[in-house]
Structures are given as C-alpha cells and as structure tokens.
C-alpha cells in the first residue's frame, strides 16, 4: 500500500484522510506527489485499515471504484469497511465490501438505497444490469393502443377515398 504524504492534497481535505493506493502507483491522483511506503503520522490507525476479524460480506461489486464509493459512503455513516479482492482488470464479481457483523445490518440497510449494489444471496433482476454496469431505469411502457380499423383497411379506404376524389374532380 502506498500513500500520498500531502497535508493539502484535495482527497485528505475532502476526507480527512490520506489517500491510499495499490502497490507500483508512483504518485498521487489528486495532487501529483510522489508517494510514500509508510502511512503519513495522521493516518487513521492501522488495525480500523486491516480487514476485520470475522468481517461480514456485505455487498460485491464487478469495479474497484463502485466499492470505494460504497466504503466511503458506509465511512460517513459511521461504519468501518474494508474492500477484499481488489481486482482492476478485467472486471470480476470478486470485489467485496466487508463490514463487522454487529454493524452488518445497519450497512447492508444504507447499500440497498444504492441501485448499483447486488447484496450477497440476491440476484438482480433481469432487466437489471449487472452489478457494476451503467444503471438505466427502464419506465413502464403504455400499452400499444388497439386501432379500431386495421392499418391496412385504413390505407384501402383512404386510396378508395383518393380514387373517386379523382374520378370526381375529371
């Protein structure tokens, strides 16, 4: 893990925290310093950062970003989370987010607002879009109305219509 040792960096204004990432990242996103080995000394402590013991799974998610929101969404709710199975490419149901179990209820009640999350056990419905994907709200369509005459008497009648217009006017 590496971390951006800048006190003014936007992401540690933002959050209050310094921003973490993957191993080989050699600079910070938010503000272009090179980052550090070490946690900065007013990084939250390591052991809220390590995975919890007996974590429960709470949500999974196909992209590393859509589980960082729900982290940091959780976070300002009060709750500790972690994220295992970072996986960038190529997108895998792998990435979970893992809460302790006596806040796992209360989690799992503030991710359901999100349509993006698929919970553990439940399948998303089939016009939904894979967990991860762009949500789309597909609206009730209106029933086609049934047409009181068939098109094709329609446009019979209508060249009927034409003809003795035609016939008339000669």
């Not at 359901?112 to 991860?132: F, H, K, R, V, Y």
């Not at 094709?152 to 009927?160: D, I, P």
């Amino acid at each position: 893990m590496a971390w951006c040792p800048n006190p003014d960096c936007p992401h540690r204004v933002d959050t209050g925290a310094p921003a973490e990432f993957t191993e080989g990242t050699l600079q910070c996103a938010e503000c272009g310093t090179p980052l550090s080995p070490t946690a900065p000394v007013d990084a939250p402590p390591a052991e809220s950062l390590a995975e919890p013991v007996d974590g429960v799974t709470v949500a999974t998610f196909r992209h590393q970003h859509e589980a960082e929101v729900a982290r940091l969404r959780l976070g300002a709710e009060g709750i500790g989370a972690t994220i295992v199975g970072r996986i960038v490419f190529p997108p895998s149901e792998g990435i979970e987010l893992q809460v302790s179990p006596d806040t796992a209820v209360r989690a799992r009640m503030i991710l359901m607002q999100d349509e993006a999350t698929t919970l553990p056990g439940e399948e998303p419905p089939p016009s939904a879009p894979p967990a991860g994907g762009a949500v789309s709200v597909a609206l009730p369509r209106e029933p086609e109305p049934v047409p009181l005459v068939p098109r094709w008497l329609a446009w019979l009648l209508l060249a009927c219509a034409l003809y003795l217009l035609y016939r008339a006017t000669r």
